[in-house]
């Protein structure tokens, strides 16, 4: 049952009728003692909507005090804030006492469905998998470590939610990866899962990149263009460094988070959209709050999930299991003969810091195979072939004294070879190449025009 607390009567009369027709039971009360009452009578009640406001009062006090009462009396059961949009800072204050999520006047009724059944399958107690049911796809995530299990646990809980999920974590841990992985277990996997880098979208571009333009919106603009919002409608839309998002942006996208509607750059009709939102940074988010450089109401709304992705240093474990994948894996793809790693190599590679995660990781592997091609590779090999993270930077290239005299033409053919097939593999798509590859996407831009190959 879900329990609708507001003055109006004709709010609790249509809320009423759009839970009703989607098969929820509902029960509907004007005022918070009648809401008191209607918790304490009915254990059967599994989510409260409620207003922020009651009578003339507009402060919102009135709702706070409503929520606060409301959590000591059931804690375990999610609250939906109802308020207006002028009246946002109201709602992050009740995120921070607890409530579920919030909802903006006049409201979607899709959304508030979509927001009401996530609620509801969060707060429900995990069952056993049914016999059939669809194996859990971990999207090439490898490592048996304790801390990254317990993550792709609650990965598999929300992945068939809609809730929107944060994932926090170092550069190089994957983060991307674990994007894909909720993507492939939701029940959205057969749509577009559309990848955005916020960090390379400039102010002056951003709303025609996420919101696309109409012909002649600006000088330049000779044809219609989607946004990335649009493409991904029925699908997943993953916002990737979100921390490097200045403010003026995070208003605009902040509305499309809350609306899921936006309008095309020169255009006045709102077009609405059904998606999934996954954010990720490397960024201490709360930090930047507290510095007024990132937008709270934004957080609440990207972070319902928060997943934290341990650093390679913290799960050194599965570092044989990874050493062993990529060797195999950029073997396979170059058409080289996968050489014996020993035992002391394992032990090596174990014990380097690695600043730079599993990325780094992946690139010591594969520059080691490239450069050696013996049949066996010692930690001598690695250690040869490795580069201090502190100097290595994303433009620099090998030295004479990396490479062996002779080796660079016969290195260079093999290294176009390979990012040529992976583009094929992939159908040239271009963050799926420079995640295969180990690699950023700049990077691949860079090698894909000196090797003159097509995009």
Same mark, same amino acid.
């Given at each position: 049952?879900?329990l609708?607390?507001?003055?109006?009567?004709?709010?609790?009369?249509?809320?009423?009728?759009?839970?009703?027709?989607?098969?929820?039971?509902?029960l509907?009360?004007?005022?918070?003692?009648?809401?008191?009452?209607?918790?304490?009578?009915?254990?059967?009640?599994k989510?409260?909507?409620?207003?922020?406001?009651?009578?003339?009062?507009?402060?919102?006090?009135?709702?706070?005090?409503?929520?606060?009462?409301?959590?000591?009396l059931?804690?375990?059961?999610?609250?939906?804030?109802?308020?207006a949009?002028?009246?946002?800072?109201?709602?992050?204050?009740?995120?921070r006492?607890?409530?579920?999520?919030?909802?903006?006047?006049p409201?979607?009724?899709?959304?508030?469905?979509?927001?009401?059944?996530?609620?509801?399958?969060?707060?429900?107690?995990?069952?056993?998998?049914?016999?059939?049911?669809?194996v859990?796809?971990?999207?090439?995530?490898?490592?048996?470590?304790?801390?990254?299990?317990?993550?792709?646990?609650?990965?598999?809980r929300?992945a068939?939610?809609?809730?929107?999920?944060l994932?926090?974590?170092?550069?190089?841990?994957?983060?991307?990866?674990?994007?894909?992985?909720?993507?492939?277990?939701?029940p959205?996997?057969?749509?577009?899962?559309?990848?955005?880098?916020?960090?390379?979208?400039?102010?002056?571009?951003?709303?025609?990149?996420?919101?696309?333009?109409?012909?002649?919106?600006?000088t330049?603009?000779g044809?219609?263009?989607?946004?990335r919002?649009?493409?991904?409608?029925?699908?997943?839309?993953?916002?990737?460094?979100?921390?490097?998002?200045d403010?003026?942006?995070?208003?605009?996208?902040?509305?499309v988070l809350q609306?899921?509607?936006?309008? #095309? &750059?020169?255009?006045?009709?709102? *077009?609405?959209? +059904? =998606?999934?939102?996954?954010a990720?940074?490397? !960024?201490?988010?709360? /930090?930047?709050?507290?510095?007024r450089?990132?937008?709270?109401?934004?957080?609440?709304?990207?972070?319902?999930?928060?997943? #934290? &992705?341990?650093?390679?240093?913290? *799960?050194?474990? +599965? =570092?044989?299991?990874?050493?062993?994948?990529? !060797?195999?894996?950029? /073997?396979?793809?170059s058409?080289?003969?996968?050489?014996?790693?020993?035992?002391?190599?394992?032990?090596?590679?174990?014990?380097?810091?690695?600043?730079?995660?599993? *990325?780094?990781l992946?690139?010591?592997?594969?520059?080691?195979l490239?450069?050696?091609?013996?049949?066996?590779?010692?930690?001598h090999?690695?250690?040869?072939?490795?580069?201090e993270?502190?100097?290595?930077?994303?433009?620099s290239?090998?030295?004479?004294?990396?490479?062996?005299?002779?080796?660079?033409?016969?290195?260079?053919?093999?290294?176009?070879?390979?990012?040529?097939?992976?583009?094929?593999r992939?159908?040239?798509?271009i963050?799926?190449?420079?995640?295969e590859?180990?690699?950023?996407?700049?990077?691949l831009?860079?090698?894909?025009?000196?090797?003159?190959?097509?995009?």
């Amino acid at each position: 049952m879900i329990l609708i607390v507001d003055d109006d009567k004709s709010i609790r009369l249509t809320l009423g009728v759009v839970l009703k027709h989607a098969g929820y039971e509902s029960l509907a009360v004007g005022s918070p003692d009648e809401a008191i009452d209607a918790v304490r009578s009915h254990p059967g009640i599994k989510l409260v909507i409620l207003d922020m406001n009651f009578g003339r009062t507009t402060t919102g006090e009135e709702g706070i005090e409503m929520l606060r009462r409301l959590k000591v009396l059931r804690p375990e059961v999610p609250v939906i804030l109802i308020t207006a949009w002028g009246s946002i800072p109201l709602a992050v204050e009740g995120m921070r006492l607890g409530a579920f999520d919030f909802i903006t006047k006049p409201w979607n009724n899709r959304l508030l469905l979509q927001r009401i059944a996530t609620a509801l399958s969060l707060n429900s107690q995990p069952t056993e998998t049914a016999a059939g049911a669809t194996v859990f796809d971990r999207s090439e995530i490898i490592g048996n470590d304790p801390a990254l299990v317990a993550l792709l646990n609650t990965v598999e809980r929300v992945a068939p939610t809609d809730a929107p999920v944060l994932i926090l974590g170092e550069n190089g841990t994957g983060k991307e990866l674990v994007a894909r992985a909720i993507h492939n277990n939701s029940p959205r996997r057969n749509a577009n899962m559309v990848m955005v880098n916020l960090g390379g979208i400039s102010q002056s571009l951003f709303e025609s990149e996420m919101f696309g333009h109409v012909k002649g919106a600006y000088t330049g603009a000779g044809t219609d263009r989607k946004g990335r919002f649009e493409m991904a409608d029925k699908g997943t839309i993953f916002l990737d460094e979100i921390g490097d998002l200045d403010l003026p942006c995070q208003v605009k996208l902040l509305r499309v988070l809350q609306q899921h509607s936006f309008e #095309r &750059l020169g255009e006045s009709t709102p *077009r609405n959209v +059904d =998606i999934r939102v996954v954010a990720a940074t490397n !960024a201490n988010l709360n /930090a930047m709050v507290a510095e007024r450089t990132f937008r709270e109401d934004l957080l609440y709304r990207i972070n319902l999930i928060t997943l #934290r &992705l341990p650093p390679l240093r913290e *799960r050194r474990g +599965d =570092i044989p299991l990874l050493v062993n994948r990529f !060797a195999e894996q950029f /073997a396979a793809a170059s058409r080289l003969r996968k050489p014996e790693i020993t035992s002391d190599a394992l032990e090596y590679l174990c014990r380097l810091p690695y600043p730079g995660n599993i *990325r780094e990781l992946k690139n010591l592997v594969e520059r080691t195979l490239l450069i050696s091609q013996g049949p066996r590779l010692t930690a001598h090999d690695f250690d040869a072939n490795r580069t201090e993270a502190p100097a290595a930077t994303a433009t620099s290239q090998p030295t004479p004294t990396d490479i062996p005299e002779g080796a660079m033409p016969r290195l260079e053919a093999m290294e176009r070879d390979t990012i040529s097939q992976s583009m094929l593999r992939n159908k040239g798509n271009i963050s799926k190449v420079a995640a295969e590859l180990g690699i950023t996407r700049q990077t691949l831009y860079r090698k894909l025009d000196k090797y003159n190959l097509p995009r």
